[in-house]
């Protein structure tokens, strides 16, 4: 009896240990590989994230040829999250039309086989030939600035037509990085798209809805032929008294400066209300030509009045040995920024 039970729990060991060994067999291999991957996508999500270094580690995961689907965020923005791309030899083309849809670009229009798309704020052109598969950058006059053949970037798969990432890149002036893992796509882009000019505009419209509501009298610096300008007075008003005198004498001073649109220049004057004088009364039209600036007034010399006239080209700064002055005419109250490399370091 005791050697029968001794036959059956073999039987069971052996069994278990055979089932094991096969299952071993069937999961490390797949385990391993799930650990590697992770390894991999631990290195990835590390505070200095390197999406080029990114790409690197997920060549060997990027899906086969074909088309894809993948999210696509345009300057940080979700856009979509079925935009297609199309893989081929590992490199990611990108769909031109639904990039067109996606950024709701109404500028654009094809003729005889050449898509001609406008962007950004001044509307600046690209030529897109989709049959010599030449791409041409221009200004908005029509100045080509670049021309080139994109033979091997350009493509067309199932009614679908696809620019490689590198060449889209250069036609839409966008830096883009492609994230194989996740499956997504970020566009950054140096030209401001639709939904930035619809900011730009919105901002604009509220800025003159708060200056209609203000009630404010604005200088502005377009040449026009009268502008009520702005005006600045002062008045002071002095006490003394001296060791051996009894009475304390008392004195003011009053002078009343102005500045606006004038005949298309800028006038400026002052008055001394006191002594009731004109000041020197000056009109001043600035780069009349070439950067030039043309200057003319009635100076005053004590009693009497000269009137001069100078033309010249104001540099907007001179020197003083160590020191360097920035000069530059302003209406009077206004506020001025000091602005260095686009930051305003001085007010």
Same mark, same amino acid.
């Not at 009630?215 to 032929?225: A, C, F, M, N, R």
């Not at 400026?268 to 030039?292: A, C, F, M, P, Q």
């Given at each position: 009896?005791?050697?029968?039970?001794f036959?059956?729990?073999?039987?069971?060991?052996?069994?278990?240990?055979?089932?094991?060994?096969?299952?071993r067999n069937?999961i490390?291999?797949?385990?391993?590989?799930?650990?590697?991957?992770?390894?991999?996508?631990?290195?990835?999500?590390?505070e200095?994230?390197?999406? *080029?270094?990114? =790409?690197?580690?997920?060549?060997?995961?990027?899906?086969?040829?074909?088309?894809?689907?993948?999210?696509?965020?345009?300057?940080?923005?979700?856009?979509? !999250?079925?935009?297609?791309?199309?893989?081929?030899?590992?490199?990611?083309?990108?769909? &031109?039309?639904?990039?067109?849809?996606?950024?709701?670009? %109404?500028?654009?229009?094809? /003729?005889?086989?050449?898509?001609?798309?406008k @962007? $950004?704020?001044?509307?600046?052109?690209r030529?897109?030939? &989709?049959?010599?598969?030449?791409?041409?950058?221009k200004?908005?006059?029509?100045?080509?600035?670049? /021309? %080139?053949?994109?033979?091997?970037?350009i493509?067309?798969?199932?009614?679908?037509?696809?620019?490689?990432?590198?060449?889209?890149?250069?036609?839409?002036?966008?830096?883009i990085?492609?994230n194989?893992?996740?499956?997504?796509i970020?566009?950054?882009?140096?030209?401001?798209?639709?939904?930035? @000019?619809?900011?730009?505009?919105?901002?604009? @419209?509220?800025?003159?809805?708060?200056? %209609?509501?203000?009630? *404010?009298?604005?200088?502005?610096?377009?040449?026009?032929?009268?502008?009520?300008?702005?005006?600045?007075i002062?008045?002071?008003q002095?006490?003394?008294?001296?060791? =051996?005198?009894?009475?304390?004498?008392?004195?003011?001073?009053?002078?009343?400066?102005?500045? $606006?649109?004038?005949?298309?220049?800028?006038?400026t004057?002052?008055?001394?209300?006191?002594?009731?004088e004109?000041?020197?009364? =000056?009109?001043?039209?600035?780069?009349?030509? /070439? $950067?030039?600036?043309?200057?003319? $007034?009635?100076?005053?010399?004590?009693? %009497? !009045?000269?009137?001069?006239? !100078?033309?010249?080209?104001? !540099?907007?700064?001179?020197?003083?040995?160590?020191?360097?002055? @920035? /000069?530059?005419r302003?209406?009077?109250?206004?506020?001025?920024e000091?602005?260095?490399?686009?930051?305003?370091i001085?007010i």
């Amino acid at each position: 009896m005791k050697k029968k039970y001794f036959i059956i729990v073999a039987l069971i060991l052996i069994a278990q240990e055979t089932f094991s060994k096969e299952l071993r067999n069937e999961i490390i291999p797949h385990a391993t590989k799930e650990v590697e991957y992770l390894e991999k996508k631990e290195v990835q999500s590390g505070e200095d994230e390197d999406y *080029e270094n990114q =790409e690197l580690l997920l060549d060997e995961y990027i899906q086969e040829d074909g088309e894809g689907i993948y999210d696509f965020y345009i300057n940080g923005r979700g856009v979509s !999250r079925t935009y297609p791309v199309y893989i081929q030899n590992k490199e990611v083309y990108l769909s &031109l039309y639904d990039f067109i849809d996606l950024l709701e670009i %109404k500028d654009y229009k094809k /003729r005889n086989g050449v898509l001609i798309v406008k @962007i $950004g704020i001044d509307g600046t052109p690209r030529e897109i030939d &989709l049959n010599t598969k030449i791409i041409e950058k221009k200004t908005k006059s029509g100045k080509t600035l670049s /021309r %080139k053949n994109y033979e091997d970037s350009i493509i067309k798969k199932n009614g679908v037509i696809y620019i490689k990432k590198s060449a889209f890149e250069e036609t839409f002036d966008s830096v883009i990085k492609c994230n194989n893992e996740k499956l997504s796509i970020n566009m950054s882009t140096k030209f401001e798209t639709p939904e930035d @000019i619809k900011v730009i505009l919105q901002n604009k @419209i509220n800025n003159a809805s708060e200056q %209609k509501e203000s009630k *404010e009298i604005l200088y502005t610096s377009e040449k026009e032929l009268f502008t009520l300008g702005n005006a600045r007075i002062n008045l002071s008003q002095d006490f003394s008294k001296g060791a =051996e005198e009894k009475k304390i004498k008392n004195d003011w001073g009053g002078n009343l400066e102005y500045s $606006g649109g004038l005949l298309y220049g800028n006038v400026t004057t002052s008055y001394n209300v006191k002594e009731k004088e004109l000041g020197t009364v =000056e009109l001043v039209y600035k780069d009349i030509w /070439r $950067g030039h600036t043309l200057t003319t $007034g009635s100076y005053s010399t004590g009693k %009497k !009045r000269e009137l001069g006239l !100078r033309f010249e080209k104001e !540099r907007g700064y001179f020197s003083t040995g160590k020191e360097v002055v @920035i /000069r530059e005419r302003v209406p009077i109250g206004s506020v001025v920024e000091l602005i260095f490399l686009g930051t305003a370091i001085d007010i």
